[in-house]
């Protein structure tokens, strides 16, 4: 994997104590005190194996406001194929949770995706749409 | 009436195959197709942030176009951006506020009134031509092909646009019966084929091509049918590349429905344009006989 990981210096994102959660509820409209951690979400995510937090701690540690989970890996490979969302026994959009906290960074100007790093081989080769996928998911 | 039909940028560029394909179907069919007139991107992903409308206009103008042409349903072949149109079609429906702030940031387009249904192919074939019709018609059954479908995320989720149950969807079983192919079940059907990440993570997209397929082949299929262009390239060339990281792997051939229709129906082979494949999907018609040439 090329690329690296990105750093986010959760300090420089203006978010005061007990913000994140509020921000979060904002943007994705979910409620994340309904989640009773039952591991749903987790049990059926894809990618789960090459996550560091699962779905399930994202929600736990937005709660408990510790905002190194937007420097979580899990935020970036989430590719809202919505199946956590689909199976989730509270209803709770977890999918639009993962979005809420990619655009908590990506609104603060800061790119997950550098364009320049894409080759022409890539650009050539690989479907349109997975492109605009890309820029939508990792660039603000 | 003429069937209206959105084409978005991947079945103009890379998947002209699924374009050519279901053209030729609908043409068997004896159905009229005339493509969208200023059409634009539909923003293949869903807005997700319950703020950001923007994100909704690129869709909408697309449904507002379809109303200027005087039609109540547009067809689209791309699983992508079926999900967007239908999604912002929703949200739009539901929430009227949303609907006038979209509306009047367009001021030089007519007002989205909210009569356009989106429909994908696959649906269209179901229920307005049958698939006991296309089984009628076939002239080479897929008779000793064992076959997977595929279905990915964008056809099945999230559910209020599902073009079938979310969970256990039978739309192309019941296509691949007709088209008297066997048809192999797997828990992976509905599970995502790595996405968007084909460009940064070609790893992790491999992998999930290599988890999807060797389940299937460990159950006896020969070859996998989807509808969806980035799934066809994340199973076809990532899988194709996953035979270099896992021992004792070979991908098997990736066919889209319309493909797999188009030789049943015995259709001119031209319209599949199996040159675009990684894995060679001529070999395995061959092989079993389905397809002489």
């Given at each position: 994997m090329k690329k690296q990981e990105a750093i986010v210096d959760v300090n420089s994102l203006n978010l005061k104590k007990g913000d994140l959660v509020k921000e979060v509820e904002e943007l994705c409209g979910e409620n994340l005190f309904g989640c009773y951690q039952c591991g749903t979400c987790s049990a059926g995510c894809p990618f789960i194996e090459d996550m560091d937090l699962s779905p399930d701690e994202v929600i736990r540690y937005v709660i408990l406001d510790r905002k190194e989970v937007l420097n979580s890996k899990t935020i970036w490979l989430c590719a809202a194929c919505y199946t956590c969302a689909e199976r989730c026994p509270r209803d709770i959009n977890i999918t639009k949770i993962m979005e809420a906290l990619r655009q908590i960074i990506l609104r603060k100007n800061i790119d997950r995706t550098n364009l320049t790093d894409i080759s022409k081989e890539e650009k050539e080769s690989i479907p349109q749409l997975a492109f605009v996928c890309l820029f939508r998911k990792n660039v603000g | 009436m003429k069937l209206l039909y959105y084409p978005g940028c991947t079945l103009k560029t890379s998947a002209k195959n699924l374009e050519q394909s279901a053209f030729a179907i609908l043409e068997a069919l004896g159905h009229e197709v005339e493509e969208m007139g200023d059409w634009n991107c539909c923003g293949v992903a869903s807005s997700l942030?319950?703020?950001?409308?923007?994100?909704h206009l690129a869709p909408l103008r697309n449904l507002i176009h379809v109303e200027d042409a005087g039609q109540d349903k547009v067809v689209t072949f791309c699983d992508m951006c079926y999900n967007t149109l239908k999604q912002t079609n929703l949200r739009v429906k539901e929430k009227p506020d949303d609907l006038e702030t979209l509306n009047s940031f367009m001021d030089r387009e007519n007002d989205y009134k909210g009569t356009v249904k989106v429909i994908h192919f696959l649906e269209f074939l179901r229920d307005e031509v049958g698939f006991d019709v296309l089984k009628k018609m076939v002239k080479n059954p897929l008779k000793g092909m064992k076959i997977m479908p595929y279905y990915g995320c964008m056809l099945l989720r999230p559910r209020e646009v599902s073009i079938d149950d979310a969970e256990e969807p039978t739309i192309m079983k019941d296509l691949l019966t007709a088209l008297s192919a066997e048809v192999i079940d797997n828990p992976f059907k509905i599970e995502c084929c790595g996405s968007y990440h084909t460009i940064e993570e070609k790893n992790l997209v491999s992998n999930r091509a290599y988890r999807i397929t060797k389940f299937a082949v460990d159950r006896g299929s020969d070859a996998i049918v989807l509808s969806c262009p980035l799934c066809r390239f994340n199973l076809d060339v990532r899988g194709k590349e996953a035979e270099k990281i896992y021992d004792n792997y070979k991908q098997i051939p990736v066919y889209y429905y319309t493909q797999l229709i188009a030789v049943a129906l015995g259709?001119?082979?031209?319209?599949?344009?199996?040159?675009?494949?990684?894995?060679?999907?001529?070999l395995l018609l061959k092989k079993k006989g389905v397809f002489e040439k």
């Open positions: - | 942030t319950d703020d950001d409308l923007m994100h259709l001119d082979p031209k319209c599949c344009g199996f040159g675009d494949h990684a894995v060679d999907p001529i």
